[in-house]
């Protein structure tokens, strides 16, 4: 069902010196700032050859992201994102096998204009997963 | 200077179960277990298309995987691994940004059969990076 990753999300603390770091230190194509406040963050991509590091950092005071930078002040792997065909069918396939959707259970438009939806991660051994219609 | 990301390492407190997780209910391909003794971990690789997943779990009393999993019982994710063409000049041009390299900073054999280092995660956003050379 999973596909490619289509990204590994990184939250930071400074938006700016991650971009540095990957950008001058890491020697990596670092994205411009893009603004998401359906999703209350701001977002960078690095694209590597096979993938995209996206770095996320909050925008808003109600950003799902605070809580996580409160617990990790220096930041840390936050998702991973898996590429399906078609979300509504991967949905209501985890959903018959237990697992929980965050939200309301219906797809969102992500950061890429595609819908996207988040899995508990207590029900995927501790990790936060998006799944991305591409 | 980074390539690809070669793999995002989970660490997962029942590796059956993660195996299962991925390869029945998010249908990955998922490979056979590895003891990797030198590094106190049992590994499962998952292969998707563009990149692969590495499950962990401990071997052994002093894996370096227990404090982890102690922190975080439900698994979680670990670290992720870039790839370098040159180890030891990457980790030169780290060390001289003020980077800091784990453990004796000499690179070690990974579960690839490949050099690889772990850089300090307070230096890289709050993640374990682990570099290996292609």
Known sequence: MIGRLNHVAI?????????????DTLGAK???????PDHGVTVIFIELPNTKIELLHPLGEDSPINGFLAKNPSGGIHHICYE??????????????GARVLGTGEPKIGAHGKPVLFLHPKDFTGT???????
């Open 30 to 36: 670092v994205g411009a700032p893009q603004d998401e």
């Open 84 to 97: 399906v065909d078609d979300i509504i069918a991967a949905r209501d396939k985890l959903k018959a096998s």
């Open 11 to 23: 939250a930071v603390p400074d938006l700016d010196a991650a971009a540095a770091l990957y950008r």
């Open 128 to 134: 936060l997963v998006e799944l991305e219609q591409v």
